[in-house]
Structures are given as structure tokens and as C-alpha cells.
RNA sequence: GGUGGCGUAGCCAAGUGGUUAGGCAACGGAUUGCAAAUCCGUCAUAUGUGGGUUCGAAUCCCAUCGCCACCUCCA
């Protein structure tokens, strides 16, 4: 097995990755969720399955990874920058447009997200983690922990309150505040493109604490109003002596839920912390100084004793930051028609978005949407580290490339049968053995690779182009089928329920011959009376086929159905009568079912 | 203006000194009644431009053009 490597934004290099836990087994893992004021576009996706596909990367190399991925309900100002936090809460402003009480508005979104979120697959939503709210925090939900926060900054002197009761972090206190972005913190003009608050010793300072009379989710620091009844009685027990009197009713800054959830959920200190680009800063600069400055918190770094002279002064190990995805090269714009929801390509009519859908159509997805798992396939397949072009023509490869894997996939599967055939067991092989064994193995090696994923795709299509090119056996089959779902492990794009099956000549002629077609027929439900044999057989004759105008829709075909037609078509393609035959399959295509002829027989494919 | 990054065939995208990764599209062939799928082949010895280093450069150096990001809300 290859070794796990990431680039670590805080050292700009290449490190090899090892957790701090002493087994070597646990990795905690915590990452910028999303600030739930309105839907999540694919540019928040993009990055949210940068975190997603890491998390799986890890598990393939054996870690049990407790992945933490919060929610931002509360703070983040519309106007938020390092010197000063101007304007109005986000969330409180999409409230005030809807007419919504903002915890209302929070719960909303949260609720879509989390929806989207499972579409496209993102394993910290999916199964009982969706339902471990240790793993979603909600900012609003962790006022006391961010309060006993900056009450330690306070009594270590690393922030400081003004006379309106507010509460900052003193930049000058710590010098390693600009180590993660690279800046020059003397270089940031001090108050040049910000209005400097006035209680600010340096107009860089940011605000850990914000009163705000206009805002509607508040808290007051020496009573109970604003409180949740639960969360009131947990401040009490963190900060028992209260916090510093000066401070006024407010509400927590955006920058300080990070560090006090992380630290809440996952401990002291993590091993790797995940966002976008944008994130490292100013946020993730603060999370490091505000867990410093109250914890005192530092990493020696992963290469051993010889980083034991230079301890870090940050509370995670590994901070792996995603580039954005543009659109026409550019920053999505909704000005510009570039900006798109999960939900406007997923389903473009139901969101206003007709011209999207008539486009889409054009690109040949049908009913103008794209499937969830071609949209994920999309966005996790480039590097993490390049900016992601967004175009209809990567959706559209995508959907090629992923068809390419469900088909291979969808025929092992026929190979493998429902495993009553006893030769699935039996060997495979050798040289099967050693495709799958070393495909394995390659994808391995260039996931290990700082997430390569081209290089990890191009394994997976090597894999399937030799798949393609043997004569595969039932236990070859097995080992084959066995290979693609490890690499779907990770990808997730596969659709691996039994989609598809093979009829074959044998049997279609045994139809024929005998009362079972006359059953087939009588097993649809619309007709009260069936035909016998003979009605059938004139029906089909007279190319009438009265039953395609009303036959069941697509979630009702079923394997009884589709053999009727089978043995229809074949009947009419032994008289060649093509028009017929062609005429059953695109009916069957328009009701989902893919037809088609192999030199085994007939193969039908749902989807 | 400061900082960082990128320019690889029609499109997407690996490769960071030495045997034309891979995918998509298009076209030709095999197969098929027609399709679909699959295979073989073509596009393809491609690397923004101009120099330089080297036996050898997409890869290193210099110059230059173009694009992007962060520094300001953002994933």
C-alpha cells in the first residue's frame, strides 16, 4: 500500500500523511461547512466533496476518520473582513427579505442542504452520521463553548473588550497571525479599503464578540435572555465564575465557531482541516490565532522528532484547501447567467430555470436534468488543486464517463448471477487476478497522491478497457465486479442495484412456443381480460400493439413485461418485419428500458 | 499595487529532465437486419511565444504575452 500524501497549505509542501492519534488508527477531520442563508451552489460542492472524497481516501487506507462538518447559522456579517465587521448578519438579512425569523430561515436551508448534500453522495450524510448532530454542529447551538473561548483570550490578554462591550483579538499579540496565508500582515494597509472602528487598537484586530442592537439572535452574556434552555444551563457549567463583566449582550464573530467546535467535537488538537481557498483568509488565519491565543494549542509536525524544535502554533495538523470552481473561467456571477445551484442543474425546471433546461436537453440530458451522480463524478474529477472550468461540456463528459463504468459494471454483474451458479466460486485467473490486484493498487497509489484524480480515473478506465477486451468466466467476474466496487468506494457514482438482465435465445423461443407468453400478457394489469394466445398473436401480426398506448409507466416494468416484449420483437424479427421490431424497442426506450442484441441473447437495461 | 497560481492536441486533464497517461468528441474499420455495447485505427510525437542551459526540456533558467485567484463577502 501505498503512502497517503497532502499538500499542507501551512507549509506549502508535500507531506506524508500520519494521524496524531498513538494507534494510528482515528483521524479527526473538521471542515467550513456552508452558512445557511440560501442554497448551496456547485461551487460550495465542489469543495464540500473535495472534503467528502479525502474522508473516503483516508478510509481506503484503513483510518476510522470522525469527520466534523458545522453548520453557520449565526455571525457572518455580510461585510465580514480582517480589520473591521461591518453590515449585517447574512442570515438576519435573508430573513428580513423573506419575512422569516432568522432561526426559522437557518433551519430551511439547513434542511435543503443536508437534502443536496445526500445526492450527491457526501458520506457524512449519508447513513446514521446524517443524524449525529456532534458531527453537523450549529453555530447557534455553541454560543457557550465560543463564550468560554473568548473568555480565555481575555485572561490570557490575546483579545481585549471596547467601551461599547465588545470584544476583539489583538493581532499584535500573535506574531504567527499570517503564517498559513503567506501575507505579510505589516503589508495589509492598515484601515486603507475599511472604515477602522473606532474602539480598535489596530484597525486589524477582528471582532470576537459584535453588539449590535438591530440584531435579532442575541445573547446576553450575564443572564438568561436569548438562551436556549439547554445550551444556558451548559454555559453556566463552562464558565462557572462568568465571563468578563464589560461584555454586552451580542453575538459570537463568524471566525471563532470554528475553533470552539472543533475543539468541542474532535479535541485540542485535529489532524486535518479542510475549506476553500478563500477560507485560509482571513478565517482559517484566525482559527489559528484564536485557539493559540486560549489554548495554547501547536503541532509538531508530521515528520518527527527533527519538527520537535519548531512546533507550529496551529490546532491542525493538515490544512488542505480546495481551489474554486469558475464558470467560463470566471467567478460565477449571477449578473453574468454563471451562477448555478445543486438544485437549477438537477432540476432546472422546477427552478425557474428554463433556458438551463432547453440547454441541457440540447447536450442530451434527458428532461433537461443531470443526475445527481454525473454531477459528482464532475466535480471530483480533476486535482483539488487547480481551479475547476464548470461548462455544460464537462457535465456531458461526465455523463460518458460514467455511463462507460455502469455498463462495464451493470455487465459483471449479469456475469455473476444471482450466485446460484456454483462456478462463481470457483478460480479465478491468474491474470485477471493480477489486473484486478494491480489496478488496485495504481488507484491507490494516485489517490495516495494528493488526491490525483485523473491519474486515479485513468487506473479505472485502463481497468475496464482490459476488462473489456477478455472473455470473463463467473469467478473472473466476481473479481472483476469486486475491483469496480472499491473504486466506487471512492467515486460513488454507480447505480448497483440489478439494473439489467440477459433473456436468452433459449428461452425466448421456449416463449414462443408455449402458453407462458399468453401469461406474460395476461400479468399486465390494465387488461381486465386478456387476450389468449391467438388475440395475442393477431395483435402483434396487425402491428396493432393497442397495448404500448397505455401500458404501465416505467416504475411498474417489471421482468414480466419486458420478456412480453421480447419475445414479441424477436417473433417479428424472425419475419423480419423491422418495423415492428424497432418499433417495440424505442417503445421501450421511451419507458426506460434500453434493449439490446447480443450474440447471447437479449440484454435489457433499466435506467 | 502586493502575493500566489495557471497556459499540454477539437474539448477536459495527468506528467515536473530521458519508453506519444487517461477520458470526451469526431471520423474510418470489425461486429450488427438496423441500433446499442465492445474492439482496432485516425486526429497525436501536443506542450502560449522568444531565447538559453543540456547529449537530451512539457519539465530547469531568462524574457515576454495571456488568463485566474487571494489581498474586499465567498467553498
Known amino acids: 500500500m501505498s503512502v497517503l500524501k497532502l499538500k499542507n497549505t501551512y507549509t506549502k509542501s508535500l507531506e506524508t500523511f500520519q494521524p496524531l492519534d498513538p494507534s494510528g488508527k482515528r483521524v479527526t477531520m473538521y471542515t467550513c461547512g456552508p452558512t445557511v442563508y440560501s442554497y448551496a451552489h456547485i461551487g460550495n460542492f465542489r469543495s464540500f466533496l473535495m472534503s467528502d472524497l479525502l474522508r473516503r481516501v483516508l478510509e481506503r487506507n484503513e483510518y476510522e476518520v470522525r469527520h466534523v462538518m458545522n453548520i453557520t447559522d449565526v455571525g457572518h456579517l455580510t461585510e465580514d473582513d480582517v480589520a473591521d465587521a461591518q453590515g449585517e448578519d447574512k442570515l438576519q438579512k435573508a430573513a428580513r427579505e423573506m419575512g422569516w425569523d432568522p432561526y426559522k430561515l437557518a433551519r430551511h436551508y439547513e434542511d435543503l442542504f443536508v437534502e443536496d448534500a445526500k445526492k450527491l453522495r457526501m458520506k457524512n450524510y449519508i447513513g446514521g452520521e446524517a443524524e ?12 457557550p463553548e465560543m463564550l468560554a473561548l473568548i473568555q480565555k483570550l481575555i485572561e490570557n490578554e490575546y483579545a481585549y473588550v471596547d467601551d461599547s462591550g465588545q470584544v476583539y483579538y489583538d493581532i499584535n499579540k500573535f506574531p504567527d497571525y499570517g503564517k498559513l496565508s503567506g501575507k505579510v500582515i505589516d503589508d495589509l494597509e492598515a484601515g486603507s479599503r475599511v472604515a477602522v472602528g473606532e474602539h480598535k487598537r489596530d484597525p486589524r484586530d477582528f471582532y470576537l464578540w459584535k453588539v449590535d442592537a438591530k440584531h435579532l439572535m442575541q445573547w446576553d452574556p450575564h443572564g438568561e435572555n436569548g438562551w436556549d434552555a439547554a445550551d444556558y444551563a451548559r454555559y453556566v457549567e463552562l ?69 520537535q524544535d519548531s512546533p507550529r502554533h496551529s490546532f491542525a495538523r ?18 453574468a447567467g454563471t451562477f448555478y445551484t445543486l438544485r437549477d442543474l438537477l432540476d432546472p425546471r422546477d427552478n425557474d430555470r428554463e433556458e438551463l433546461a432547453v440547454e441541457l436537453e440540447k447536450s442530451g440530458f434527458k428532461d433537461g ?3 445527481a451522480n454525473v454531477l459528482r463524478y464532475a466535480l ?30 451493470d455487465k459483471l454483474r449479469e456475469a455473476v448471477g444471482d450466485g446460484t451458479n456454483p462456478d462463481v466460486d470457483g478460480t479465478a485467473s491468474d491474470k485477471l487476478l493480477e489486473l484486478v490486484s494491480k489496478a488496485d493498487e495504481d488507484f491507490d497509489g494516485a489517490l495516495n497522491d494528493n488526491l490525483n484524480m485523473p491519474n486515479a480515473l485513468a487506473v479505472v478506465f485502463g481497468a475496464v478497457n482490459q476488462l473489456n477486451q477478455m472473455e470473463l468466466g463467473p469467478a473472473e467476474a466476481r473479481e472483476a ?70 401500458l404501465a409507466p416505467i416504475e411498474q416494468m417489471d421482468a414480466d413485461t419486458i420478456e412480453l416484449f421480447v419475445a414479441i420483437r424477436q ?37
Open 369 to 371: 436534468r443531470v443526475p
Open 239 to 307: 464558565v462557572p465564575e462568568g465571563v468578563d463583566p464589560r461584555i454586552k449582550p451580542g453575538f459570537p464573530g463568524w471566525h471563532v465557531e470554528c475553533s470552539a467546535m472543533s475543539r468541542t467535537h474532535l479535541g485540542h488538537v485535529i489532524d486535518i482541516h479542510t475549506g476553500g481557498e478563500d477560507n485560509i483568509f482571513p478565517h482559517h488565519e484566525c482559527e489559528i490565532a484564536q485557539s493559540y491565543g486560549a489554548y495554547k494549542t501547536q503541532v509538531v509536525g508530521p515528520h518527527g522528532a527533527a519538527d
Open 318 to 335: 493538515y490544512w488542505v484547501h480546495g481551489r474554486h470552481l469558475l464558470v467560463n473561467n470566471k467567478k460565477m456571477s449571477k449578473s
Open 132 to 143: 449525529d448532530p456532534a458531527l453537523h454542529p450549529r453555530a447557534a447551538s455553541h454560543v
Open 571 to 607: 417473433n417479428a424479427r424472425k419475419a423480419k418485419d423491422f418495423a415492428v421490431a424497432d418499433g417495440i424497442r424505442d417503445d421501450l426506450a421511451r419507458r426506460g428500458v434500453q434493449l439490446e442484441d447480443t450474440p447471447q441473447g437479449f440484454r435489457w437495461v433499466l435506467g
Open 380 to 409: 471530483i474529477s480533476n486535482q483539488y488543486t487547480q481551479p475547476m472550468n464548470f461548462s455544460l461540456d464537462l457535465l456531458q463528459q461526465a455523463r460518458a464517463s460514467v455511463e462507460r463504468l455502469q455498463i462495464r459494471y
Open 481 to 550: 465486479l469486486r475491483l469496480m466496487e472499491s473504486f466506487d468506494e471512492v467515486l460513488d457514482v454507480l447505480d448497483r442495484s440489478a439494473r439489467s438482465g440477459l433473456i436468452t435465445r433459449e428461452q425466448v423461443s421456449t416463449w414462443l412456443d408455449s402458453e407462458s407468453l399468453v401469461k406474460k400478457a395476461q400479468h399486465l394489469k390494465h387488461w381486465a381480460e386478456a387476450p389468449d394466445r391467438e388475440q395475442l398473436w393477431e395483435m402483434v401480426e396487425a402491428g396493432q400493439l393497442p397495448m404500448f398506448e397505455d
